[in-house]
């Protein structure tokens, strides 16, 4: 679809169009162009997408048609079925490329070659056409065709070693997600892409390693001088009390930054240092008003707490007394007690919230992050927008697409009647 199709058309990528080949390891890219009014076509096999089979799952739906996962990440789109492991499938496939802008796939390396799919192949029949291909390390290196979990995918990034905890045993992340940045980097590299093809007239292809997006997510660590810690060492490296002080109120030496408190769970990082250290006096100042500051710490600051405890001035039984006494104080008060507080004294703490607590979340509420649409008549909620201040850019978001829903509609723009469209079902074709 060209660049001077309907300008009319509401969101800033209304005028293109994607075949997004996707699993549950890329879905994100094409919901996120979607919302920006991309005419976002996701294809699947005859069976369905393997990302239907990921949970969590509704109560309110029969199986098959109750993963949020896929309600959440196919929420935008458009959906038909098609069956590129047979030629007819493929040819089909092909008749489709002609029209369209880009091509997503979460495929592994190689899949999309032996499909003819792959981008050498598309170029022949759209030379404009953009390929995006998310891959557990990239489609060349060794690592190419390793298999692969999110696990793996974190563990090979590098994000898991910081993560360790006091037996140096590495914590995995909460939830899947390392994928989810990849296909983030994928949909700003599709539009990267389309930027090029302005001033070149050609497609290219975008070869995103969901390693490498990972690896990203973890760059933090570099800014550790920055904010007065010269000498960041992971925590297996660390022998000494001199090379184990936390300096950058990052949370890394003591292990303490999640504090309960009465309905539920607080972020806060005891900091010291001139990084951090400010915060800290600020939450003992408040912990001396309220009457609930030990004697033994009144004359303690933070910000030059360091030196002390490198002298041997103040010992690790003194550090740690002082931490039960803020969570002995902690306790006493509500997620949204704290918040206030925190807002109020200047304090770097933060409840933890939960996914009820962002539902009824009145910032977001009024910011329109949230919105609720209907799937086969059933309400989903979910994010919205995922930006404010352009909302001319976004689209109303769509409910994700029942299987082969739109495959009347799609095909029958290429010329196929309802007979053919039966035909091509009972051979599994769609």
């Known amino acids: 679809m060209s660049e001077t199709t309907d300008k009319r058309a509401r969101g800033f990528l209304a ?15 094409g919901r996120m162009l ?3 009014g991309m005419d976002v076509i996701q294809v699947e096999p005859p069976g369905g997408s393997p990302a239907r089979r990921v949970g969590p799952f509704a109560e309110d739906a029969p199986p098959g048609a109750n993963s949020l996962y896929w309600s959440a990440y196919a929420a935008g789109k458009r959906g038909i079925t098609c069956n590129l492991d047979v030629p007819e499938g493929r040819a089909l496939f092909l008749r489709l490329v002609q029209g369209a802008d880009f091509v997503l796939d979460s495929a592994d390396v190689g899949v999309m070659q032996r499909h003819g799919v792959d981008h050498r192949n598309l170029s022949v029949v759209n030379p404009r056409i953009i390929t995006v291909s998310v891959t557990p390390f990239g489609e060349t290196g060794p690592k190419a065709g390793y298999a692969d979990t999110d696990l793996v995918v974190w563990a090979a990034a590098g994000a898991l070693c910081p993560a360790r905890d006091n037996r140096g045993v590495p914590r995995r992340i909460s939830v899947p997600q390392a994928y989810l940045h990849g296909a983030s980097d994928a949909a700003a590299g599709a539009l990267l892409a389309l ?16 390693q490498a997006s990972a690896a990203l997510t973890t760059l933090s660590t570099t ?42 769970v607080l972020e806060l990082h005891l900091g010291m240092g001139p990084a951090s250290g400010g915060s800290t006096n600020k939450l003992f100042a408040w912990m001396r008003a309220e009457g609930a500051l030990p004697e033994q710490f009144a004359d303690w600051d933070w910000v030059k707490l360091p030196a002390r405890v490198l002298s041997d001035e103040i010992s690790d039984e003194q550090l740690e007394a002082a931490r039960f006494a803020v ?24 409840p933890a919230m939960t996914v009820e607590d962002l539902v009824k979340s009145e910032h977001l509420k009024t910011r329109g992050f949230f919105e609720t649409v209907r799937e086969q008549g059933r309400p989903r909620t979910m994010p919205g927008r995922f930006a404010a201040g352009c909302n001319e850019a976004f689209v109303p978001l769509r409910p994700a697409p029942a299987l082969g829903e739109h ?7 290429l010329g196929l009647a309802g007979e053919e469209l039966d035909a091509l079902r009972s051979q599994e074709i769609l």
């Open 34 to 36: 979607s919302q920006l």
């Open 223 to 264: 800014l550790a001088a920055a904010v007065g810690h010269a000498n960041y060492q992971f925590p297996s490296q660390v022998q000494t009390k001199r090379t184990s002080l936390d300096l950058s109120g990052s949370g890394s030496r003591t292990r303490r930054s999640k504090w309960p408190v009465r309905d539920g």
């Open 327 to 350: 969570g002995s104080f902690l306790a006493r008060f509500t997620k949204e007690e704290l918040g206030r507080v925190a807002l109020e004294k200047g304090i770097l703490m933060a």
């Open 195 to 210: 930027f090029a093809r302005h001033r070149t007239g050609r497609g290219q292809h975008v070869d995103v390693s969901a």
């Open 407 to 413: 495959n009347c509609e799609i095909y029958g723009a």
């Open 15 to 29: 005028p293109y169009r994607a075949l997004d080949l996707t699993d549950h390891r890329g879905l994100l890219a």
